[in-house]
């Protein structure tokens, strides 16, 4: 089974035989569940959600990996954090995961489709493609995200109940928007660079 392309980082590198490709394509998996959850844990401390590098390695790792190995690395720490494993920015566990703020986590998965899909399709080499479809990830993911949030503002304590819209937009959504265009701005530019290197050394 092709599990990624060659227009993507993990394509053009992975190793040729059959097997070899397996073993390469478990291992990434389980690497790039460790660096989100690095990336998690590297953070800066606004309330009521914190700032996280996570969207920027979504982006990057399923730029790099094509969607298939994207999604399976994003599953596989979902699967982790769901397990109990404190993997997520303040801990771990089913209760974290289906919380308030769990649709975000959540979105990942199709984050990762979105951005994976649009490097197999090519755009690993075009930096304003490979932003755009980042910045449309993303969208995604503060959509889904925020509409999750709503659903369960009973259980936010900091959501105000007598405007829960615009209160979860104003603290969930909206500090996080220019911060995450700057990510999507860099992941781009990481992965297009990575794959320029990458092209040179073939």
Do not use: H
Not at 21 to 26: C, F, K, Y
Not at 34 to 60: C, D, E, G, R, Y
Not at 63 to 76: D, E, K, N
């Amino acid at each position: 089974m092709t599990l990624t392309t060659p227009n993507t980082l993990l394509g053009a590198l992975q190793p040729k035989g059959e097997a070899a490709r397996l073993a390469t394509n478990i291992g990434i998996v389980v690497l790039g569940s460790l660096l989100l959850t690095l990336s998690a844990k590297i953070n800066v401390p606004v309330w009521p959600v914190p700032v996280t590098l996570q969207t920027f390695a979504v982006a990057a790792l399923a730029a790099a990996f094509g969607w298939r190995i994207g999604v399976a690395t994003v599953a596989l720490y979902l699967m982790q954090g769901a397990a109990g494993l404190p993997v997520f920015a303040l801990g771990g566990g089913a209760a974290y995961l289906l919380g308030p703020t769990g649709g975000f986590l959540l979105a990942y998965l199709p984050m990762a489709y979105i951005i994976g899909r649009a490097a197999d399709l090519g755009a690993s080499n075009r930096p304003l493609a490979l932003f755009g479809a980042m910045l449309l990830a993303d969208a995604v993911l503060f959509v889904f995200g925020f509409l999750w949030l709503l659903t369960l503002a009973g259980q936010a304590g900091w959501i105000d109940q007598a405007s829960p819209i615009a209160s979860a937009y104003e603290r969930a959504v909206q500090p996080f928007i220019v911060w995450d265009i700057l990510k999507m701005a860099l992941a781009a530019l990481t992965v297009t660079g990575a794959w320029q290197i990458a092209k040179r050394k073939a």
